[in-house]
């Protein structure tokens, strides 16, 4: 799978494609998906399929628009089980951190659960739409459920330096969007294509 994806939407840095290889998606999907983990699908973290755990590449092409690599300061927006969350503190590694937010507080035990052997991961229950205190001290952001224009609160607290990276847009008619804060505080925005992630649960 892992090739696969790299063959058709690479380059990706070797050590995003190695904590591919290296997280097993088994662990974070539901019992019932275990024999589909390994395909490039998002699969359903509940049964009313509002929750999932994102198709592989879609972490991926996230992750290359952060530049994320290791002693980043990552912030999670929508834990899921913790498969993202995973993949990122592998990249990161020792010296960088992951904080991870889940607005469901069954979904977020359990991610804090499977996260337990990552020690430079931090999960926590919360509205990810209220994080803008977390935003400001994390060099790269990134949401994991679409939100249907980025919240003010979310920009305004970039730091100098960051980066956010987040699906925009509603159902149909998503794409991911990249908010880059440089040195002087200045922002600039780009569009990335076409995405389909789940619609924000935020009220």
Known sequence: MVARIEAELGPFPPTHLHAMCDVPRERFVRDEDEGRAELDMPLALDDSQVATISAPHAYLLSYRLLDLGEGDDLLELGSGSGYGAALAAEIVGPRGTVTTIEIDPALAERARALLAPHPNVRTSVGDAVDAARVIAE???????????????????????????????????????????????GALATTRHGAVRYVPNRST
Request: aromatic share 4%.
């Open 138 to 184: 994390c060099n790269k952001i990134v949401c994991a459920f679409a939100v249907t224009e980025l919240p003010r609160e979310w920009t305004r607290a970039l730091a100098p330096g960051s980066v956010l990276v987040a699906p925009v847009g509603r159902v149909g008619q998503q794409e991911l969007v990249r908010v880059a804060c440089d040195v002087r």
